[in-house]
Structure formats: structure tokens, C-alpha cells
């Protein structure tokens, strides 16, 4: 199992990044995946989660309205369109099924300045 989470950066507050996250060595259209968050000295933190056969959505209330989760099945990646970000936002993101069950990447930095 291998996720590759990238498409982090450095943005001013109000800016966009789209992030992404290629997954191998498991049936990928099996499962429901998410994006995590985690900032300095705190926990981790689920942000948006996407269906693997309807594509339903679902999304933390800080993100709602400003981030979009997406998935090609056939490129087995997610991504996550993130708009009008803020500096609450920093922090480094992660993909994994939506159980938790899969093994972590490294994950990708977002930081936003103010």
C-alpha cells in the first residue's frame, strides 16, 4: 500500500492549491478516502471524505464551501481543490481511506499566510 500525497505550498491567505494523492497496492475503487489534516501541536483531523461508488461527499464545517474532494478511479488519485484558504489551514494534509486503515504517506505541507 502506497499513498503519495503532493500539491502542498506556501499561499497568502485567500489564495487556492489543489492537492493530490496517487494510491497503489490495494483496490482502490473499494474504498472511501479521505483527507486529514494535522498543525503543529495538534491532533489529526478529518477534513473531507468522498464516496467509492456514488461519490458522495462530506465535509468538516471549518472547510465547507471552500474545499471540493474529487476521485479518478481509473488514475486511483484524489484530490482536494482548496479556495479561499486561510491561515487555519496550515497544516499537513494526508490522504487514507476514510477508516484510517491504510498505511500513512508523508504527507503534503499547506501554509497559508496571513
Known amino acids: 500500500v502506497q499513498l503519495v500525497e503532493s500539491g502542498g505550498g506556501l499561499v497568502q491567505a485567500g489564495g487556492s492549491l489543489r492537492l493530490s494523492c496517487a494510491a497503489s497496492?490495494?483496490?482502490?475503487?473499494?474504498?472511501?478516502i479521505a483527507w486529514f489534516r494535522q498543525a503543529p501541536g495538534k491532533e489529526r483531523e478529518g477534513v473531507a471524505s468522498?464516496?467509492?461508488?456514488?461519490?458522495?461527499?462530506n465535509y468538516a464545517d471549518s472547510v465547507k464551501g471552500r474545499f471540493t474532494i474529487s476521485r479518478d478511479n481509473a488514475k486511483k488519485k484524489i484530490y482536494l481543490q482548496m479556495n479561499s484558504l486561510k491561515p487555519e489551514d496550515t497544516a499537513v494534509y494526508y490522504c487514507?481511506?476514510?477508516?484510517?486503515?491504510?498505511?500513512w504517506g508523508q504527507g503534503t505541507q499547506v501554509t497559508v499566510s496571513s
Open positions: 487514507n481511506s476514510d477508516t484510517q486503515e491504510l498505511s
Open positions: 468522498i464516496c467509492s461508488t456514488d461519490g458522495s461527499t
Open positions: 497496492g490495494f483496490t482502490f475503487e473499494d474504498y472511501a
